[in-house]
C-alpha cells in the first residue's frame, strides 16, 4: 500500500472496539477465576467476600474509563499515558510509563494466549500435552494477521469478540431465567470441598486484609488494556476523539456487564476453583496431573445442560478465540507506542518504519519473538504468568492521571471562560480521585505479587528505561557529532583525490575497475598488489609491463603473506602525509548465482573493506564483475514482500527482461 492510502485503514467505531478492546473485553474470562483462585486459599469460608471484591473491581473500572475519556480528548495525537506523563511530568516519568506499558504489552500477549490454549484444554483434556505447540502457534498466527494491516486484522478479529460477547450475555440471561423458574445451575465443582491451605482461624485481622488485598489485585486483571484506547487514538476515523472516547464507554459497559455477570453466576453456581486441584476433597482422579475446567467452562456446563452440549462448545470456542485474539489489542499498542518512542529517538529507527501494508511491521514481529521466548520459558502456564502481569498498567494508569491534573491545573492557571473552566475543574476532580485510587491499587499490587514473580517485570521494565536512555543518549551524540557547524569550514573540497585499484591478478574485472578509476579522474591513480607469492607477482609485473597500461604498478610487500594490513597500511600512510588528501579505493568484485559459489572465491575484499572503513577520509568503491552463472540465477519475479515498495514492477516481468536474483561475492 502507497504511504497515501493510510487513510484508507482508518478504522470505524464498530472494528475498534474488537481491535483495541478486545483484551479488556477477555479478561472477564478470567477476572472473575483470579479472584476465587485468591478466596479459596483459605477455603470456601472467604467466598463471601468475593461481592465486594469485585465491586472494588467494577468501581476501579468506571474510574479508569471515566479519566482516560478526558486523555483522549486533550491529548487526541496518540500516545496515551506516554504522550500525558511527557508533557506534564517530563522525559523521564514519560519513560518510566512507556517501560512499564511495553512490559504489559509483552504479557498482555503471554497471558491471553496461554488463557485461551487453557479453554481449549478445558473442552479437550486430551491435548494438554501439547499446550506450548499451540501457544506458539497461535502468536505466529496473530503476528501474520496483524502484518496484513490494521483494518484487515480489525475485520478478521471482529467477528469473534462480537461471537464472545453474545455468547457470554447469553450464558448470563438463560443463568437467570432458569433460576426464576427455580432452575438455579450447579457448577460441577459445587460437589467438592475445598482443603484450606490456611486454617481460617489463622486467617484474621492483616491476614484476612492481605487475602482480600491479593483477591482484589488479582480482579484486576479486568482492567488490562483499557489504555490501549487511548494510545491508537489517530487510527479512528474523524472525529477521532469523539470517536475514540465513545469506543472506551461502549468497551468500559460492556466489561463491567459480563464480569458483573460472570461472577455472580459463579458465587450463584458456588463454582469452588482452586491453584492446586488436589486441594478439592474427593476430587476423581489424579489430582497431579489433572487440572480443573475453568470458572465459564463450569457455569457454560452448569447452565446449558452439561458439557457435551453444542451451547458448551460455541462457550468454550468463542472463549479460547476471544482470549487468544486479546492478544491483538497488544499487537496494535506495542509497535504504535514504539514508533512513538523510536520517532523520539529513544528505540531504533526501525521501529517508526510502516511495513508493506502501512502496519508497523518490525515492532509486531519484535513482540512475537519475546512472546514465542516468554511461553516457552514459562511453559504458557497462566498461574506462573499472571503474576507478572497488570503491574505496568497500573503504573501508568498512576501517573497518567497525576499528569491530567497538572493538565488542568495549567490550562485554568490561563482560562478565563466560565463555561471551559467549570468542565477542567470537573475533568481535574475526576483524574485526582482517579490517580488517588490507581495509585492504592498499584501498591496494592505491588505489596501483594512482587514475591510471587512480579520483581521480574519491574526489573524489565528498569532494564527497559535504562536502554531506552543509552538508546537516547547515543542518538544525541551522533546528532550533535553530525551537525555543521561553520558551512564554509565543513564543505572545503579535498586538495587532491589520490585513487588506488587493488589488483590481484591481470583480468577483466581488473580492466573494468582501471577503466571506472580513470573515469572519476583523479589527480593520482596507482594500481596496487601484494606481494604475497613471489613467481605470481613477477608474472603480473611483466604482463603490466607488456600490456602497456597506463597506470604504474606499485608492489606492497607482505612477509607474513598477508594482504589485508599491508594495504591498510599504505592507505594510511598516504594519509598522514597529506590529511587534506583524499583516498579513493577501487576493489573489483566478483557477482556470483549460487550461495556456495561465495566459498570458493577469496573473501579478502570483505576483510579490506571492514577495516578501511574505519580510516577517515578513505572511500572504498566497489567494481561489480557479473559470472555466467549471476545470469542463470535470473528467475521471473513474484510478488514478494516489499516489491512494490523497493520499485519492482507488481507482477510478473518480462520474460525477456528476468528481474535479478544474484548474491554478492568478493573477487
Known amino acids: 500500500m502507497r504511504s497515501e ?45 468475593t461481592p465486594w471484591i469485585a465491586a472494588g473491581v467494577v468501581l476501579l473500572m468506571a474510574v479508569v474509563v471515566t479519566s482516560y475519556r478526558q486523555v483522549v480528548r486533550a491529548y487526541p495525537s496518540g500516545g496515551g499515558s506516554y504522550e500525558v506523563v511527557t ?36 473442552a479437550f483434556p486430551s491435548i494438554s500435552a501439547a499446550r506450548v505447540p499451540m501457544a506458539v502457534g497461535f502468536v505466529v498466527l496473530l503476528s501474520a494477521m496483524n502484518l496484513r494491516g490494521v483494518r484487515e486484522a480489525g475485520r478478521a478479529f471482529a467477528a469473534p469478540t462480537y461471537l464472545f460477547i453474545f455468547g457470554i450475555v447469553l450464558m448470563i440471561v438463560t443463568g437467570f431465567v432458569k433460576m426464576l423458574f427455580g432452575h438455579t445451575p450447579v457448577a460441577s465443582s459445587a460437589q467438592y470441598a475445598v482443603i484450606p491451605v490456611d486454617h481460617k482461624d489463622t486467617l484474621a485481622g492483616l491476614g484476612l486484609l492481605m487475602l482480600c488485598l491479593r483477591a482484589f489485585a488479582s480482579g484486576c486483571t479486568a482492567l488490562t488494556g483499557v489504555e490501549s484506547i487511548s494510545n491508537g487514538v489517530p487510527a479512528f476515523r474523524k472525529p477521532k476523539s469523539k470517536n475514540a472516547a465513545t469506543t472506551m464507554s461502549a468497551m468500559g459497559i460492556t466489561a463491567v456487564l459480563m464480569f458483573v455477570g460472570i461472577t455472580a453466576l459463579a458465587l450463584i453456581a458456588k463454582v469452588h476453583k482452586t491453584d492446586d486441584t488436589c486441594q478439592l476433597a474427593n476430587y476423581p482422579g489424579d489430582c497431579h496431573t489433572t487440572s480443573q475446567p475453568t470458572v465459564i467452562a463450569q457455569l457454560a456446563s452448569s447452565i446449558f445442560g452439561g458439557d457435551h452440549s453444542i451451547l458448551f462448545y460455541f462457550i468454550q470456542a468463542v472463549t479460547a478465540l476471544v482470549l487468544i485474539l486479546a492478544a491483538n489489542t497488544a499487537f496494535n499498542g506495542f509497535p504504535l507506542l514504539s514508533s512513538i518512542l523510536a520517532q523520539h529517538r529513544y528505540l531504533p529507527r526501525q521501529l517508526h518504519t510502516r511495513g508493506d501494508r502501512l502496519a508497523f511491521s518490525n515492532g509486531i514481529i519484535a513482540l512475537a519473538v519475546v512472546n514465542i521466548a516468554l511461553l516457552v520459558a514459562y511453559k504458557a502456564d497462566v498461574t506462573n504468568l499472571i503474576h507478572l502481569y497488570i503491574l505496568g498498567v497500573f503504573t501508568s494508569f498512576t501517573l497518567s492521571q497525576i499528569g491530567m491534573v497538572k493538565h488542568w491545573n495549567r490550562l485554568l492557571a490561563t482560562e478565563t471562560d466560565t463555561k471551559v473552566r467549570g468542565s477542567a475543574k470537573r475533568s481535574r476532580i475526576i483524574n485526582g480521585f482517579g490517580a488517588g485510587f490507581t495509585g492504592l491499587v498499584l501498591v496494592i499490587v505491588m505489596i501483594t505479587k512482587f514475591t510471587e514473580g512480579a520483581w521480574l517485570a519491574v526489573v524489565a521494565a528498569v532494564l527497559l528505561f535504562g536502554m531506552m536512555r543509552g538508546i537516547r543518549k547515543h542518538y544525541d551524540a551522533v546528532a550533535e557529532e553530525l ?18 585499484v587493488l589488483v590481484s591478478t591481470l583480468h577483466k574485472p581488473t580492466l573494468r575497475a582501471l577503466g571506472y578509476a580513470q573515469a572519476f579522474r583523479p589527480d593520482i591513480l596507482e594500481a596496487v598488489t601484494v606481494a604475497v607469492e613471489k613467481d605470481s607477482t613477477q608474472d603480473l609485473q611483466e604482463k603490466w609491463a607488456e600490456s ?15 594482504i589485508t594490513k599491508p594495504v591498510v597500511g599504505y592507505v594510511r600512510s598516504i ?14 568484485e566478483y557477482v556470483v548465482g549460487h550461495w556456495w559459489e561465495h566459498l570458493l572465491h577469496n573473501q579478502s575484499a570483505l576483510w579490506l573493506k571492514s577495516r578501511l572503513l574505519f580510516t577517515p577520509g578513505v572511500m572504498v ?39 535479478k536474483a544474484v548474491h554478492s561475492g568478493s573477487a
Open 621 to 659: 568503491i566497489s567494481v561489480p564483475w557479473q559470472l555466467t552463472s549471476s545470469t542463470r540465477a535470473d528467475r521471473p519475479a513474484r510478488r514478494a514482500p516489499g516489491s512494490v515498495r523497493r520499485g519492482e514492477p507488481a507482477g510478473n516481468l518480462d520474460p525477456t527482461e528476468p528481474e
Open 548 to 562: 602497456e597500461i597506463q597506470v604504474p604498478l606499485k608492489v606492497l610487500d607482505s612477509p607474513f603473506r598477508e
Open 575 to 588: 594519509r598522514r602525509t597529506s590529511p587534506r588528501e583524499a583516498v579513493a579505493v577501487f576493489i573489483p
Open 483 to 500: 551537525a555543521v557547524e561553520d558551512l564554509k569550514a565543513e564543505s572545503v573540497r579535498p586538495s587532491k583525490v589520490h585513487a588506488i
Open 5 to 49: 492510502e493510510l487513510g484508507e485503514t482508518l478504522l470505524p467505531k464498530r472494528l475498534a472496539l474488537p481491535i483495541f478492546a478486545s483484551d479488556p473485553l477477555s479478561s472477564v474470562a478470567y477476572a472473575t477465576e483470579e479472584i476465587l483462585l485468591v478466596l479459596t486459599v483459605g477455603g470456601t469460608a472467604f467466598l463471601y467476600l
Open 87 to 122: 508533557t506534564n511530568l517530563g522525559p523521564n516519568a514519560g519513560l518510566v510509563v512507556a517501560a512499564s506499558l511495553l512490559v504489559d504489552y509483552v504479557m498482555t500477549v503471554a497471558v491471553s494466549v496461554a488463557s485461551g490454549v487453557d479453554n481449549i484444554i478445558s
